[in-house]
């Protein structure tokens, strides 16, 4: 079993940056995929970025894409999710995972999720 516990969530304006980190327990980080997605009040978990064990490939769901960038550091066991030009919609519960396999963008391809961080934008 793996923990993570996210961090660096907060209240930024619109415009501005955020940059989420989640710290994995175990030696076995660097074998998996990691993933972020988020939930906004009243609606569904939705995925926003997923980058492989290595991390040469990143996906981005379209509406993040160009303004957060998803990244890793396996010596630290420690995936970044660096969000600039933050919009209202942006906000929500943000929480890390675990990809089971081949990473995926379907909540269903990953386990162990972390307490979530809450990032809050004004306008």
């Known amino acids: 079993q793996v923990q993570l516990?996210?961090?660096?969530?907060?209240?930024?304006q619109a415009g501005g940056s955020l940059r989420l980190s989640c710290a994995a327990s175990g030696r076995t980080f660097s074998s998996?995929?990691?993933g972020w997605f988020r939930q906004a009040p009243g609606k569904e978990r939705e995925f926003v970025a997923a980058i492989s064990s290595s991390?040469?490939?990143?996906?981005?769901?379209e509406s993040?894409?160009?303004?957060?960038?998803?990244?890793?550091?396996n010596a630290r066991?420690?995936?970044y999710l660096q969000m600039n030009s933050l919009k209202p919609e942006d906000t929500a519960v943000y929480y890390c995972a675990r990809a089971i396999g081949v990473v995926?963008?379907?909540?269903?391809g990953f386990d162990n999720w972390g307490q979530g961080?809450?990032?809050t934008v004004s306008s």
């Open 5 to 12: 516990v996210e961090s660096g969530g907060g209240l930024v």
């Open 32 to 34: 998996y995929g990691m």
């Open 55 to 61: 991390g040469r490939n990143t996906w981005y769901a």
């Open 64 to 73: 993040v894409k160009g303004r957060f960038t998803i990244s890793r550091d």
């Open 77 to 79: 066991n420690t995936v």
């Open 104 to 108: 995926t963008t379907a909540q269903r």
């Open 117 to 119: 961080t809450q990032v």
